[in-house]
C-alpha cells in the first residue's frame, strides 16, 4: 500500500449524542447498521465541526428528540484514507462512486447498500478509518473510525473537553 495515499490523522472532531448517552461517548454506534457499518462492526461517526454534527443528524430528529450535545473528540495517530482523494481512492482500489447514495432507501428494499462495500475496503486495507464530504452538505467533512483505542492500532479517541449545547428542535 503506498503510504502516501494513507494519512495520520490528528485533531479535533465532533460527535452529537443525548447527554444520556455522554459516559458511553467513545463507543460505537448503537444502530445495527448505518452508512459504514452492518451488524457486528464498529464505526464511530464523527465530524469536523460542531455544524457538520448537525448536518449529520438532521434527518433524524424531531421534537421528541432527547436533549443532546456535541462532544469534542481528541483523534491520535488514526490512519485513514481521504475519499475525496480521488488520486488516492484509485491508488487504494477504493470504488467511490456510490459514497453519497441514500443508503436507507436501498436497505428498506432489502438491499445491501454499496456504501458497506466502499467501507469494507477500507477495513480490508488495515486502515482506521475514512474522511468524506457530508452527502447533505458537501462543504462539511465527516470522520468514520473502524479501529480506535484496541489492540492493533494506535488511533486512539479521548473526550477533548465539555460538551456544546444544542438547542432542542421545535
Given at each position: 500500500?503506498?503510504?502516501?495515499h494513507?494519512?495520520t490523522?490528528?485533531?479535533?472532531y465532533?460527535?452529537?449524542k443525548t447527554?444520556?448517552?455522554a459516559?458511553d ?12 457499518h452492518r451488524?457486528e462492526q464498529?464505526a464511530?461517526?464523527l465530524?469536523?465541526s460542531?455544524?457538520?454534527c448537525?448536518v449529520?443528524?438532521?434527518?433524524y ?6 436533549e443532546?450535545?456535541?462532544f469534542?473528540?481528541?483523534?491520535r495517530?488514526a ?7 480521488e ?9 467511490t462512486?456510490h459514497?453519497?447514495?441514500?443508503w ?23 486502515l482506521d478509518?475514512m474522511?468524506?464530504?457530508?452527502r ?15 489492540t492493533g492500532t ?14 432542542k428542535?421545535?
Amino acid at each position: 500500500m503506498a503510504d502516501r495515499h494513507v494519512l495520520t490523522l490528528n485533531g479535533i472532531y465532533y460527535r452529537i449524542k443525548t447527554l444520556a448517552e455522554a459516559a458511553d461517548i467513545l463507543a460505537p454506534a448503537h444502530a445495527p447498521e448505518g452508512r459504514s457499518h452492518r451488524e457486528e462492526q464498529r464505526a464511530l461517526y464523527l465530524s469536523a465541526s460542531p455544524e457538520g454534527c448537525i448536518v449529520a443528524t438532521a434527518r433524524y430528529t424531531d421534537e421528541d428528540t432527547p436533549e443532546r450535545g456535541i462532544f469534542p473528540l481528541h483523534v491520535r495517530d488514526a490512519r485513514i484514507v481521504d475519499l475525496r482523494d480521488e488520486a488516492s481512492t484509485k491508488a487504494l482500489g477504493i470504488d467511490t462512486t456510490h459514497r453519497a447514495i441514500e443508503w436507507q432507501r436501498l436497505r428498506a428494499k432489502g438491499l445491501p447498500s454499496p456504501t458497506w462495500a466502499l467501507a469494507d475496503r477500507v477495513r480490508a486495507l488495515a486502515l482506521d478509518g475514512m474522511l468524506y464530504a457530508s452527502r447533505t452538505d458537501p462543504r462539511k467533512t465527516h470522520l468514520t473510525l473502524f479501529r480506535w483505542n484496541e489492540t492493533g492500532t494506535q488511533a486512539t479517541v479521548a473526550r477533548a473537553g465539555p460538551h456544546i449545547a444544542i438547542a432542542k428542535v421545535s
